[in-house]
């Protein structure tokens, strides 16, 4: 059964860098696409990034492009959230999923973690 657990999420300054990391329990990490969402207080949960099986290639939400960078490293079941620049607005709970999706812009998540809470403060 394939499970999620992300980790890195804490307090930072308006500014500050970020790194989250999520890894992967299941019988084949490759066989998904990953993606990062994330939840405010208040709000719906949005996507944030997304990147494929072979970690070659990325889709962006347009309020973190730029500023947040996606990765993955299959061999250690591993998907990464670079996040800088960040803003207050970047506060939320982030969450990675496990993917079924063949095109990135098109997310189609099966599995969820439990999430990661950032707080940016201005």
């Known amino acids: 059964q394939e499970q999620l657990v992300e980790s890195g999420g804490r307090l930072v300054q308006a500014g500050g860098s970020l790194r989250l990391s999520c890894t992967y329990s299941g019988r084949t990490f490759t066989k998904y696409a990953m993606d990062w969402f994330r939840q405010a207080p208040g709000k719906e949960r949005e996507f944030v990034a997304a990147i494929n099986r072979a970690g070659d290639r990325t889709y962006y939400a347009d309020s973190v492009k730029g500023r947040f960078t996606i990765s993955r490293d299959n061999p250690n079941n591993a998907v990464y959230l670079q996040m800088n620049s960040l803003k207050p607005e970047d506060t939320a709970v982030y969450y990675c999923?496990?993917?079924?999706?063949?095109?990135?812009?098109?997310?189609?998540?099966?599995?969820w973690g439990l999430g990661t809470q950032v707080t940016v403060s201005s």
């Open positions: 999923a496990a993917d079924n999706t063949l095109i990135l812009q098109k997310s189609a998540p099966a599995y």
